[in-house]
């Protein structure tokens, strides 16, 4: 958990004043490492319903081929706490007639894990016929207003089968907008899971770049441009939690909190796969 509360310090206020574009030069670019990408994604917690062990509630899964034997087990893994803790009350509600069960449901709760931890456990077991899966369980309106987004852009969608996320660009053919982070002159490219997040800095930078927009991206796709990419601004990306999950960070104690950078401010940068522009 050390991983998730260094957001609590930091991310009281998204940046307020727009800079001017960043241009990252041509140094040499090297693929992230494994243990880098586990780094940023461990400042997103995600929340698992565990019995008093901790252990998660899980269910096999099926192996598809030849209907052969369960092959690992799968377990829900929800992007909101609130909805995690609905769940299980929802169990409880079902009044199972098992009495074993019974006592199951009673002992659940509410656990976040960081991102991080989860991409490495997958990445650790990706060879193992009996690993654990996770289901993720995206916000259900940061899943409409990502479908919202995609058919004013003109794409025709009936359904976001992944977590989405969301960036701010000066322009759709123009680079992401970057942020600039506490006093110095550090800058991030945030990448939100809130649209409303991302909303709040497209209104700061609409004023000067009238062709702002805001992309939509999914959380299975950012990783793999963090793992296949070699753009040096790769490095500056950091994954912006929603609001709900910024408050529950911010009530655990300092000394489980997640390493992020301090509090953002603005500059310019670009989409998964392509290089910063130079403006």
């Known amino acids: 958990?050390?991983?998730?509360?260094r957001w609590g310090a930091t991310l009281g206020v998204i940046g307020s004043t727009l800079l001017g574009t960043v241009y990252l030069g041509s140094f040499p670019a090297l693929a992230?490492?494994?243990q880098q990408i586990k780094e940023k994604l461990d400042g997103?917690?995600?929340?698992?319903?565990?019995?008093?062990?901790?252990?998660?509630?899980s269910r096999p899964l099926p192996d598809a081929q030849n209907g052969q034997k369960p092959g690992g087990s799968i377990t829900g893994a929800y992007m909101s706490r609130q909805e995690a803790q609905a769940f299980i009350t929802e169990l409880r509600n079902a009044k199972a007639k098992d009495?074993?069960?019974?006592?199951?449901?009673?002992?659940?709760?509410?656990?976040?894990?960081?991102?991080?931890?989860i991409y490495q456990q997958l990445q650790q077991t990706k060879k193992d016929p009996n690993r654990l899966l996770f289901a993720f369980k995206?916000?259900?309106?940061?899943?409409?207003?990502?479908?919202?987004?995609l058919r004013q852009s003109g794409q025709q969608v009936n359904q976001f089968k992944s977590v989405p996320m969301f960036a701010v660009r000066f322009s759709p053919d123009q680079g992401y907008v970057p942020i600039k982070v506490g006093s110095g002159d550090q800058q991030v490219v945030p990448l939100f899971f809130s649209k409303q997040d991302a909303q709040g800095?497209?209104?700061?930078?609409?004023?000067?770049?009238?062709?702002?927009d805001i992309q939509v991206l999914d959380v299975d796709g950012v990783i793999e441009t963090l793992q296949a990419k070699n753009d040096p601004w790769l490095n500056q990306v950091v994954l912006v939690p929603s609001p709900e999950s910024r408050e529950y960070i911010r009530t655990l104690p300092q000394d489980k909190a997640p390493n992020t950078p301090a509090a953002p401010n603005r500059t310019n940068n670009s989409r998964p796969g392509a290089s910063p522009n130079s403006r």
């Open 1 to 5: 958990m050390k991983a998730l509360v």
């Open 32 to 34: 992230l490492s494994e």
């Open 201 to 212: 800095l497209l209104g700061q930078v609409k004023p000067k770049h009238p062709k702002a």
């Open 99 to 117: 009495p074993k069960m019974q006592e199951i449901v009673k002992s659940l709760q509410v656990t976040a894990v960081p991102l991080g931890v």
């Open 138 to 149: 995206p916000v259900d309106q940061e899943i409409k207003g990502a479908m919202d987004l």
């Open 44 to 57: 997103v917690p995600v929340y698992l319903v565990t019995n008093e062990k901790g252990l998660p509630l």
